[in-house]
């Protein structure tokens, strides 16, 4: 146990430890409480129960200075704000249809949005809203995702490359392991290298035994993505489509490691290990504010930042 808390106790704690792993915001007046997914413990009970990420209403004590406070904007009343949250994450939770046509179906979404930010006739987003959810619910937009063929090649190389931009230096001996399995998982030897035919299909063997290892908790990547989604304020910010390209990115990184941890020729790996390498990607990458920005601009320069492209990243 720490020794502070130890010796003097949980009120001599500094804010970041008394907090950590607790997300707490004040949205137009109403407090939200999430958890940061880098605590290995906090993304094993969201990930690997069916209702971790169900919201339930608390009493909750806080540090009033550990509270981050959040409004709508002039462009968007409290009311819209929640519709559009609320509206996101119902899409993700919509089980009818597979995790990639939801994700793109909000990627759709999200282009609609910021087509309307620009033009500025955000006063429409309700019908916005409205129209797509009849669009989905017709059928007619699920089947356009069709036209769109999964890439396995571009998935694996682009999101191997992007775990490469952090660089492979591992900050304690779990996680060094972790990085091992997960290296040795896509076709590294043993000083890392790999061919690019090789990474491919290790990836390819490793994302289909991460679909047979998932059947026992098909709920953790949809969980991943909505609590991503409620602790960002997902959709609310200065560019919806931006938002929506972190989302993906960070999505796409997340399965090149579980299906990593998943190519082996013994047992699959015990959820446990898929929620830690959840926790490990939150620690290494998501706390980095400037890989979160070179990754969005790598994605943008490089031509797959554009919809029907991140499409082909997503499918499978």
């Excluded at 969201?46 to 909750?60: I, K, M, P």
């Excluded at 890439?151 to 230096?169: H, I, K, S």
């Excluded at 061919?195 to 998932?214: K, P």
């Excluded at 910010?237 to 390209?245: E, F, S, V, W």
Aim: negative net charge.
């Amino acid at each position: 146990m720490c020794t502070v808390q130890a010796n003097l106790g949980e009120s001599y704690l500094s804010d970041t430890c008394q907090n950590f792993p607790r997300i707490n915001r004040s949205v137009n007046g109403e407090m939200e409480q999430a958890m940061s997914l880098s605590c290995p413990e906090a993304a094993r009970l969201a990930l690997l129960h069916e209702d971790g990420l169900d919201f339930v209403n608390a009493t909750l004590s806080v540090r009033e200075r550990t509270v981050h406070g959040t409004n709508a904007s002039s462009l968007i009343t409290p009311q819209l704000m929640t519709e559009l949250r609320i509206f996101c994450m119902n899409l993700i939770r919509t089980r009818e249809l597979a995790l990639w046509q939801r994700l793109a179906l909000l990627g759709t979404f999200c282009d609609a949005l910021e087509r309307d930010r620009r033009s500025g006739q955000q006063h429409g987003i309700l019908a916005v809203i409205n129209d797509f959810t009849q669009a989905i619910e017709s059928g007619e937009l699920t089947a356009s995702l069709d036209a769109f063929p999964p890439n396995y090649e571009a998935q694996a190389m682009v999101f191997a490359t992007l775990w490469g931009v952090n660089g492979f230096n591992a900050t304690s001996a779990f996680q060094g392991l972790q990085m091992q399995r997960i290296s040795a998982g896509l076709g590294a030897d043993a000083s890392g290298q790999t061919s690019a035919t090789g990474l491919v299909a290790a990836y390819r063997r490793g994302l289909s035994r991460l679909d047979e290892r998932l059947e026992a908790a098909p709920w953790l990547l949809e969980h991943y993505l909505l609590n991503e989604m409620f602790t960002q304020l997902f959709p609310v910010g200065d560019n919806t489509y931006t938002a929506y390209l972190q989302l993906v990115a960070r999505f796409g990184l997340l399965r090149l490691l579980m299906a990593a941890q998943c190519n082996t020729d013994g047992d699959l790996p015990a959820l446990s290990v898929l929620s830690s390498t959840v926790a490990l990607q939150c620690r290494r990458f998501q706390h980095d504010p400037a890989y979160t920005a070179k990754v969005n601009r790598s994605l943008s320069e490089s031509g797959w930042g554009s919809l029907d492209k991140l499409f082909s990243l997503i499918r499978t």
